[in-house]
């Protein structure tokens, strides 16, 4: 059974930092890609990045550059850092595996 555990959120004023990370476990994932979503109060569930298992990443435009996803295959960890976060990066970040999501990890940024 596949299961996802996000953590490392928190609230962190605007230009700081935060580095998210999803546990995955039930099997391996080093031929699977792995994604970042977030979801803001009273607004859908949008993609954030994504890392692909032959090494390519993707990113929403509003984090590109501040954002960088990376990934343990031999933990089974995908990880998300977060640079420079502004009030609007506030939002439930939700980590994407194989269709299955985790139970999210609030990160709040003040102004």
């Known amino acids: 059974q596949v299961q996802l555990v996000e953590s490392g959120g928190g609230l962190v004023q605007a230009g700081g930092s935060l580095r998210l990370a999803c546990a995955a476990s039930?099997?391996?994932?080093?031929?699977?890609?792995m994604a970042w979503y977030r979801q803001a109060p009273g607004k859908p569930r949008e993609f954030v990045a994504i890392?692909?298992?032959?090494?390519?990443?993707l990113y929403l435009n509003a984090v590109k550059g501040r954002f960088t996803v990376s990934r343990d295959n031999n933990t089974n960890t995908l990880y998300l850092q977060m640079n420079n976060l502004k009030p609007e990066d506030t939002a439930r970040y939700y980590c994407?595996?194989?269709?299955?999501w985790g139970q999210g990890a609030q990160v709040t940024v003040s102004s």
């Open positions: 994407n595996v194989l269709g299955l």
């Open positions: 890392s692909g298992y032959l090494g390519t990443t």
């Open positions: 039930g099997r391996s994932f080093s031929d699977t890609n």
